[in-house]
């Protein structure tokens, strides 16, 4: 079953601007991973963060995750309209290596 | 990074016939493959995980009768759509997992099913 919530489900910026995209999960992690998909398309990796994590970073992209909250965000700086797609949180919990997507959020970067 | 494939990229399919889906680890060895199902706007749903050499564990809810699952070798493994219906098209997609500590999972490209 899908545990991860994201919000907002649907955000459309223009370009230049920073899309924040957060996702909460109820149970324990080991990792937290996001992934984006562009329409019809398989799932790229965009970046892993640990469970003893706070704050991850990867060119244009923030990670950080708050374990008390059992919440992250992913923040992409200086959009582009390329950026246009879905993301998505996945958690795996501590042990297992199945992955829980949340229910992601469509990006929509207008140029 | 790591290459997994899909094939094939779409099928159209009639009513009751069977459909394979075939799922490579192209330049790694996977301990453990995935099969997603995904329908339009909505997220990823996982349907089984398969492990080399033994039996998939399927997801609650998903008939193990009907979606038939083979991982033959750390490279490949097969899901077939058995019997399928209307209400089994969806874009279903792999991922293959190394077994290394930090879990990261390669997605295929995703395989569009259609049923008429």
């Known amino acids: 079953s899908q545990q991860g919530e994201e919000d907002p489900q649907a955000l459309s910026i223009q370009e230049g601007e920073n899309a924040t995209m957060n996702c909460s999960y109820k149970t324990s992690i080991n990792n937290l991973q996001w992934y984006r998909q562009n329409s019809g398309r398989g799932l790229v990796h965009l970046i892993l963060?640990?469970?003893?994590?706070r704050e991850k970073h990867s060119g244009r992209l923030r990670v950080t995750l708050d374990t008390s909250k059992k919440s992250s965000s992913l923040l992409i700086t200086a959009s582009r309209a390329a950026d246009t797609a879905s993301y998505f949180c996945a958690t795996d919990a501590v042990y297992g290596n199945k992955l829980v997507f949340g229910a992601g959020t469509i990006l929509r970067v207008k140029s | 990074g790591a290459v997994v494939s899909q094939h094939p990229s779409w099928v159209i399919c009639k009513s009751g016939t069977s459909v394979k889906i075939e799922c490579r680890s192209l330049?790694?060895?996977?301990?453990?493959m995935f099969w997603y199902r995904q329908f339009p706007k909505q997220s990823l749903m996982l349907m089984a995980t398969?492990?080399?050499?033994?039996?998939?564990?399927?997801e609650q809810g998903v008939e193990k009768d009907k979606f038939l699952i083979n991982h033959a070798s750390l490279t490949l493994s097969t899901l077939t759509v058995t019997s399928a219906h209307p209400e089994d098209s969806s874009f279903y997609i792999c991922?293959?997992?190394?077994?290394?500590?930090?879990?990261?999972?390669?997605f295929g490209p995703g395989t569009r099913l259609t049923v008429l």
């Open positions: 398969s492990n080399e050499g033994s039996k998939a564990t399927y």
């Open positions: 991922s293959a997992w190394t077994g290394l500590e930090n879990n990261e999972q390669f």
């Open positions: 963060i640990r469970s003893n994590e």
């Open positions: 330049d790694f060895q996977a301990t453990t």
